[in-house]
């Protein structure tokens, strides 16, 4: 399958430059704009880390916090695809995709600073500052927590389709560029659980620590100051010096209403259900194996601490310390896991080669995946006999600490899963701008469409895990077992249905519809 074609009663592709599109920019420039991925990680790492034990101290209770993360999800859903469409048409002379990076920047600072400060304003504007739930500090908190969501999904859309018109026609500077942002990615992961785990943060800002903040609520303000100093930092720098060029302008309206063909412009969610119709082939390959791939991932990333204090160091929550320890445990793999994943995203274009394609490579990964989830059951059996074990050798008492050979074998497994996690977060987006570049689309809709297939999977599986872990007695694992079999199912379709990005000549242009 590594040699299918693309076309279809087509003897020859026409290798001459898109005349709307422009050269490959200097990678200096492309590595200035995935910059910003670490910004955006950073806190995404923060809200991952710190927000949900902050939603407790301000009272909220669980039906409402399940509503606040499904912001996520529902945001990515809508705003990246609008964003996209619209950075596809924008006409501003500061370009396409810098005014809604710019955007998304100003917006994650207003969002910083409602949750980092609604404490505060909840007390102000007359909570209590001693008695829980806060309900103005909440409404504050809620309003600033989907404002982030929002922005983030903002900034990334813009952020992959400024790196796809960066690199041209050129498929490998696409990978590059999407390389890079994976190892950015990672960048910011680090500084954010690094940042979250280090609880004096705040004595650098005396002022975050008031009445109605205590240790706790100061240090995440401390450290969304850093979060929005870096990000901004980052953004400007990008946005200064990277200078962007147009490449296709919206064709003008008559007085009626009507484009230039006569016929009238289709809305944007006429043009994105009209995308989705007419997608090539390969694109639908492509949304099928990323869905897949992302009901792998979804249960792991959302239950991954959870899974190392219950299964693997035995606890419970709110009784005795083994559950604790286990989540700290897990935050330790996360750092561990954001090490390998920004190593190997510098290695995603050596190793592609390696492998003969992106494509095998996607699969080859996929397969070492679903091995992966498969060895938490591996572990968590082996943390259950060592513990019965230990129970039998100290009379009953349960040990706060696992085997150390079950402990590192966890640890270990967090810091593989970074090898496929960098070419989830790398190879797709790639794969989608070259597929949609080849057939005339817009990067940033395109790009937009491919992320309807990370935020359902996101939705299907916070929805259904739970349900689905009780069914079988509770726990992680039948989570997890779902995710190894739907790795493998993806594995197989990457291997053996997506078709191979066109090789890289200095251009292929394929007609839309010419891939089969």
Known sequence: ?????????????????????????????????????????????????????????LGIPHTWAAF???????????????????????TCRFGRRRPFIAAGTALV??????????????????????????????????????????????????????LADLSGDN????????????????????????????THLYKIFPFTSTKACDVYCANLKSCFFISIFLLLTLATIALITVKEVVISAPEPETTDGLGKDGKRPIPFFGELFGALKDLPRPMWILLLVTCLNW?????????????????????????????????????????????????????????SRGLGGVKRLWGVVNILLAVCLAMTVVITKKAESTRHLAMVRNGGVVPSQPDAGVKIGALTLFAVL??????????????ASIFSSSAGAGQGLSLGVLNLAIVVP??????????????????????????????????????????????DAPSLRI???GFH
């Open 68 to 90: 606040i993360w499904l912001c996520g999800p529902i945001s990515g859903m809508i705003v990246q695809p609008l964003v996209g469409y619209y950075s596809d048409r924008c």
């Open 458 to 503: 996101q939705m299907v599986v916070s929805v259904a895990s739970g349900p689905w872990d009780a069914l079988f007695g509770g726990g992680n694992l039948p989570a997890f077992v779902v995710g190894a079999i739907s790795a493998a199912a993806s594995a197989v379709f990457a291997l053996f249905m997506l078709p191979s990005p066109p090789p």
């Open 295 to 351: 009901i792998a991932w979804f249960p792991f990333l959302l239950f991954d601490t959870d899974w190392m204090g219950r299964e693997v160091y035995g606890g419970k929550v709110g009784e005795g310390t083994a559950y604790a320890h286990g989540v700290r445990a897990g935050a330790l793999g996360l750092m561990l896991n954001s090490v390998v994943l920004g190593v190997v995203s510098l290695a995603v274009e050596h190793m």
């Open 171 to 198: 498929n490998k500077k696409m990978r590059t560029a999407n390389a890079f942002y994976s190892f950015f990615m990672a960048v910011g992961n680090v500084l954010g659980y690094a940042a979250g785990s280090y």
């Open 511 to 513: 007609p839309a519809g």
């Open 418 to 431: 970074g090898i496929p996690l960098a070419i989830t977060y790398s190879v797709p987006f790639a794969m």
């Open 109 to 162: 600072a207003i969002a910083v600073f409602l949750i980092g400060f609604a404490a505060d304003i909840g007390v102000a504007s007359g909570d209590d500052a001693h008695k829980t739930p806060k309900p103005r500090a909440i409404a504050v908190f809620v309003v600033g927590f989907w404002i982030l969501d929002v922005a983030n999904n903002m900034l990334q859309g813009p952020c992959r389709a400024f």
């Open 1 to 57: 399958m590594e040699g299918k074609n693309f076309t279809k009663q087509q003897p020859a592709l026409e290798l001459q430059q898109p005349p709307s599109l422009p050269p490959p920019s200097p990678l200096r420039k492309i590595i200035m704009v995935a910059s910003i991925a670490a910004g955006i990680q950073f806190g995404w790492a923060l809200q991952l880390s710190l927000l949900t034990p902050y939603v407790q101290l």
